[in-house]
């Protein structure tokens, strides 16, 4: 049974980079059973697809967040990371860390980021 | 992008009565369609993958139906605990799209 953590800053300031870390346990990171992905929710708003990232190192990103979005992982802690760069207060917002093989069988409990001055 | 559009945004439902909730993909997406269950303050929880299997210890009542484009989640009998956000997501590509979600309140 999988279990995912995000870490990182609540808050960023405009025009900086926001940084994200999700911690696996109950799984190898490098297993080829699992894509690593990133979802984001504004404050009551709907669920929105960031990227994901393979045991291959093949990644996805959301063609709107393409040119902001880098997802890495880190084999030797067990982590994945999402970096998006020159925020803006739209992204102010809920980031879930995921595991998953189709379906998302798997969420980090989420963490808010807010982009503030 | 393959986008999914939910609806309606809101469905309002008397306890004990069926729910009804529709989700149509842009493209096919096969049966590669999911829906999730959203309360405040917590992730979403799987509760349909497949169109139509129930996720490890789903309730009977929760059932879904449909290929292709067109489907559907059913709520046979609303217990206070299914009022809630409900998402369906299309993983036909491994970058998977949710539409926007339709709301479930007490009528």
């Known amino acids: 049974q999988l279990q995912l953590q995000e870490s990182g800053p609540g808050l960023v300031k405009p025009s900086e980079t926001l940084s994200l870390t999700c911690t696996v346990s109950g799984g190898s990171i490098s297993s080829s059973s699992y894509y690593w992905g990133w979802i984001r929710q504004p404050p009551g708003k709907g669920l929105e697809w960031i990227g994901s990232i393979y045991y291959s190192g093949s990644t996805y990103y959301n063609p709107s967040l393409k040119s902001r979005v880098t997802i890495s992982v880190d084999t030797s802690k067990n982590q994945f990371s999402l970096k998006l760069s020159s925020v803006t207060a739209a992204d102010t917002a809920v980031y879930y860390c995921s595991g998953y093989y189709g379906p998302i069988d798997y969420w980090g409990q989420g963490t808010l980021v807010t982009v503030s001055s | 992008e393959i986008v999914m559009t939910q609806s309606p945004a809101t469905l309002s439902v008397s306890p004990g009565e069926r729910a009804t909730l529709s989700c149509r993909a842009s493209?096919?997406?096969?049966?590669?369609l999911a829906w999730y269950q959203q309360k405040p303050g917590q992730a979403p929880r799987l509760l349909i993958y497949g169109a139509s299997t129930r996720a490890t210890g789903i309730p009977a009542r929760f059932s879904g139906s449909g290929s292709g484009t067109e489907f559907t989640l059913t709520i046979s009998s609303l217990q206070s605990e299914d009022f809630a956000v409900y998402y369906c997501?299309?993983?036909?590509?491994?970058?998977?799209?949710f539409g926007q979600g339709t709301k479930v309140e007490i009528k």
């Open positions: 997501q299309q993983y036909n590509n491994w970058a998977g799209t």
């Open positions: 493209q096919s997406v096969s049966s590669n």
